[in-house]
């Protein structure tokens, strides 16, 4: 039986990113990172995390201009 992913709060994501737990909380709000919101907290699955940054999820628009 293959086990399952378990369920991982900021503190952890914010760890596995490198980055403060302010960002994570942001990035909730503004640029749809994967949380999920089970009662008053936030849970995570790291592999949707990771696959968000892949993604680019976390780019800074304001350095994504294209100069032509």
């Not at 914010?14 to 907290?41: C, M, N, Q």
Request: charged letters at 30%; zero cysteines.
């Amino acid at each position: 039986m293959a086990s399952e992913e378990r369920w991982v709060g900021v503190n952890n994501v914010a760890d596995h990113l490198g980055v403060a737990k302010d960002s994570v909380y942001k990035w909730i709000e503004t640029k749809g990172f994967p949380g999920h919101r089970v009662g008053r907290l936030f849970r995570f699955k790291l592999s949707e995390v990771d696959v968000w940054v892949k993604q680019g999820g976390g780019r800074d628009n304001k350095h994504d201009d294209v100069i032509e």
